[in-house]
């Protein structure tokens, strides 16, 4: 080389610049698409990259779990759906909340891949990746949804497509399910066969739960085994195959005669085809507790991590999450609520100054992924007469980005 050569960015290789963005955080990404067109198209319009991205950003070092960078919760007096922040000096924050207008209740199903699924009334869905400020409004289920009913969104490998499950049991009396998938490619809803009943008289618990990449979507009922006795069952939902399958979950109770298990959490996970929580709480609080998690794979469940939490003053642990080595846990100490933070390392509990009641354990990580690059130009789906509505996302700072919609509803 020349003294008089220099080398310039048009002399790196585009594969190797892609290589190099692809380990940077999504907010930097979004600034850097005014650098050049090529950046503009590799960071927006490459559904590999912002994939390769996004995984790369949860990959967690203590291969568990995910690393997640937000918290779903809602706020207490709206009702509106929020985002707590995870800050680097290890405190719990408010970072910005969605609201549906006018007067309409949005709540969250479930997010994958950085896209949150809400769903308002009993049919409504919309698909939103926030930091892209992208909607998309679903046409309704064709099949009335009820108080029990559930719905999630998932990534199907295979075909390469988003899909939408929504799961229903008509009545309490009634254990056969109803199947429903919306795919996001071809635009429309289709009733699938069930090959299992669930003999599942309350329903579904919770919000469903992402793993295997978004393949898989989880739920705990539970199962009615002989008349007057349950068990607790996990139902799992696979993207690819369009199949629901039953897994008894693991036996968790823990070797110390002075504990018992009454709490289980599912948690999302990249790697895992389920990942499971088991809360220990000692019969005398003055011992403390103890979490398991366990993690499902090629079927069989295997205990992957164990906190045990030192004897200490008596608290009341509700909901608690893990975020790579760390776990941030809700306790009740007297008549308040108060989010801590616990170092799996040295085992130390630290208080974040995070009051309050955190309803959900559910993290979240934003990414690049476009739902248009999926979308079919076929909805079977029409505009009602119901007017606009406004969903729109606020920080502490006021409101960060609105979008309107028109109410839709499917073609029968």
């Given at each position: ?381 029409k505009h009602n007469d119901t007017g606009k509505y406004v969903l729109r996302e606020i920080s502490r700072k006021g409101v960060r980005w609105s979008r309107s919609f028109n109410l839709i509803q499917a073609s029968r």
């Amino acid at each position: 080389m020349g003294d008089n050569e220099i080398v310039g960015p048009n002399n790196i290789p585009e594969e190797l610049v892609s290589e190099i963005l692809c380990y940077l955080p999504v907010k930097s990404l979004i600034r850097f698409t005014i650098v050049c067109k090529t950046w503009l198209r590799c960071i927006r319009n490459d559904h590999q990259f912002a994939m390769k991205n996004y995984l790369i950003q949860t990959t967690s070092s203590s291969t568990v779990l995910d690393n997640v960078d937000y918290m779903f919760s809602y706020v207490s007096k709206s009702g509106n759906p929020c985002l707590y922040s995870f800050t680097k000096s290890k405190s719990f924050r408010f970072s910005t909340k969605f609201e549906c207008l006018p007067d309409l209740s949005i709540e969250i199903s479930n997010s994958c891949h950085g896209i949150i699924c809400f769903h308002f009334w009993r049919e409504g869905i919309l698909l939103c990746n926030p930091l892209i400020q992208e909607i998309v409004l679903l046409p309704p289920c064709p099949t009335k949804t009820t108080y029990n009913g559930k719905k999630a969104l998932g990534f199907d490998p295979i075909q390469n497509d988003y899909k939408v499950v929504a799961i229903d049991f008509p009545s309490k009396d009634n254990y056969l399910c109803t199947v429903n998938l919306y795919s996001l490619r071809h635009g429309h809803w289709r009733k699938l066969y069930s090959s299992i009943s669930p003999r599942c008289s309350y329903g579904l618990e919770g919000d469903g739960a992402s793993n295997a990449n978004g393949r898989i979507c989880n739920w705990l009922f539970d199962k009615e085994v002989e008349f007057g006795k349950t068990e607790l069952t996990l139902l799992s939902f696979d993207m690819g195959e369009e199949v629901l399958k039953e897994f008894p979950i693991p036996k968790c109770e823990h070797e110390d005669p002075h504990s018992h298990t009454d709490d289980h959490q599912l948690l999302s996970s990249t790697r895992w085809q389920a990942c499971l929580s088991c809360l220990h709480r000692s019969r005398n609080f003055n011992r403390g507790f103890i979490i398991d998690v366990w993690v499902l794979k090629d079927c069989i469940w295997s205990k992957a991590i164990v906190v045990n939490f030192p004897d200490h003053e008596p608290i009341e642990p509700s909901h608690f999450w893990i975020n790579d080595n760390e776990l941030f846990v809700n306790i009740q100490k007297g008549n308040m609520r108060e989010v801590f933070h616990y170092e799996l390392g040295t085992q130390q509990l630290k208080r974040t100054g995070s009051k309050g009641f955190f309803c959900t354990t559910r993290g979240y990580m934003e990414s690049l992924v476009s739902l248009k690059h999926f979308m079919s130009p076929h909805h079977e789906c029409k505009h009602n007469d119901t007017g606009k509505y406004v969903l729109r996302e606020i920080s502490r700072k006021g409101v960060r980005w609105s979008r309107s919609f028109n109410l839709i509803q499917a073609s029968r």
